[in-house]
């Protein structure tokens, strides 16, 4: 059973880093591909990178381009997203998915979540 966690959420004043941790407490993290989505206040929940097992094929939305950077250790069941630069409108719950189907972008196209931890950035 995948059971996802995320660490490394806080506050940081524009332009600062924060990296973002997901560990796969069930241990099972198999050949799954990862992904991070990210949700602010009434909108919905974003895309932000995604990576594949052997971490060979990397997408990332166009608005963290050249800012943030995902990775991940698979004998550790971790998953990392490196990030710089940041900007107020970064400022989201973060939350780590696993195991997607069909349109990777599509947050209903994955089957694990973790609950998600707060990024704020202040200008």
């Known amino acids: 059973q995948v059971q996802l966690v995320e660490s490394g959420g806080g506050l940081v004043q524009a332009g600062g880093s924060l990296r973002l941790s997901c560990a796969d407490s069930?241990?099972?993290?198999?050949?799954?591909?990862m992904g991070w989505f990210r949700q602010a206040p009434g909108k919905e929940r974003e895309f932000v990178a995604s990576?594949?097992?052997?971490?060979?094929?990397?997408f990332y939305d166009d608005s963290v381009k050249g800012r943030f950077t995902i990775s991940r250790d698979n004998a550790e069941n971790t998953v990392y997203l490196q990030m710089n630069s940041l900007r107020p409108e970064d400022t989201a719950v973060y939350y780590c998915?696993?195991?997607?189907?069909?349109?990777?972008?599509?947050?209903?196209?994955?089957?694990?979540w973790g609950q998600g931890t707060q990024v704020t950035v202040s200008s």
């Open positions: 990576i594949t097992w052997t971490g060979g094929t990397i």
């Open positions: 069930g241990r099972t993290f198999n050949n799954y591909p």
């Open positions: 998915a696993a195991d997607p189907e069909g349109d990777w972008k599509l947050s209903t196209d994955w089957g694990y």
